[in-house]
């Protein structure tokens, strides 16, 4: 058994514990990214930067259009790339990202920034081996003036996210196990520290960056890691069953690897 586990990695397992091993064990990943995912990580680069400043707005234009060609490159001779949707990209990023740094502005008054991806590597100590870590960063934590702690994590999206996703507990539960290893690694009170997504919306006509507040009380928490140590459990006994409810729309679905 590896010795950490990541969020990305337990929502893997919840789809379907097979899958998990395919991609986790097996090491066997169809998926290698497209423009979407190169856009993404473009845009993340630059909130890095921003929120630090490191990197002046008079420069988001040349730094996105580097780091979006830099993601792309790596894509090279892998995918079959749709040169109208990277130019639309490349747009739609000049028109986006002017809006981050007054975005968190507006929703958090006088703060300051504690950290930007900040490293989680920590003990499951509800789980029987403790040695097992949770791995993950955190995009940026801001500490506003009433003491509070702001953990939050971009997201890069179409118009936005409807209701089904915003409530989605796999979803969430990602913020939620954040704060919780976050708090354990600083030892903060639980109560001291509120869990954000900003949505960086990348063809949305107007609110163009929404920062949305998602609830990571007690009973989400506990829910959260009784999913956590469930799969660590499974997972170190080699229990890999495949889930037939999550064929649809999987990469490995009624291929070689997954029949």
């Not at 707005?57 to 109208?84: V, W």
């Not at 991806?117 to 003036?145: H, N, P």
């Not at 499974?234 to 999550?246: P, Q, T, V």
């Amino acid at each position: 058994m590896k010795a950490h586990i990541s969020y990305s990695e337990l929502k893997i397992w919840s789809e379907c514990p097979f899958k998990h091993k395919l991609v986790y064990l097996d090491r066997i990943n169809e998926f290698i990214g497209n423009e979407f995912t190169a856009f993404g990580k473009a845009v993340h680069a630059l909130c890095e930067h921003a929120v630090v400043g490191t990197l002046e707005e008079e420069d988001y234009d040349e730094y996105f259009d580097l780091e979006f060609l830099k993601e792309l490159q790596a894509l090279q001779g892998k995918i079959e790339f749709r040169n109208t949707l990277i130019t639309d990209m490349r747009t739609q990023g000049k028109t986006l990202t002017p809006h981050i740094m007054p975005a968190l502005s507006k929703n958090f008054e006088n703060y300051e920034v504690f950290s930007v991806e900040e490293r989680l590597y920590e003990s499951i100590e509800e789980f029987e081996d403790q040695s097992i870590k949770l791995k993950g960063f955190i995009d940026l934590v801001i500490k506003t003036d009433d003491g509070k702690y702001h953990v939050i994590d971009w997201k890069t999206c179409s118009w936005g996210w409807d209701a089904k996703k915003r409530n989605d507990k796999m979803i969430t539960y990602q913020l939620t196990l954040y704060k919780k290893f976050f708090c354990q690694k600083h030892n903060i009170d639980p109560k001291l520290v509120e869990t954000h997504f900003a949505l960086l919306k990348r063809t949305a006509k107007k609110d163009h960056v929404e920062i949305f507040r998602v609830t990571s009380g007690p009973k989400k928490t506990s829910n959260a890691i009784k999913l956590l140590t469930t799969a660590l459990t499974h997972i170190s006994k080699n229990n890999f069953i495949k889930d037939r409810r999550s064929c649809h729309g999987c990469e490995f679905n009624k291929t070689q690897h997954c029949k």
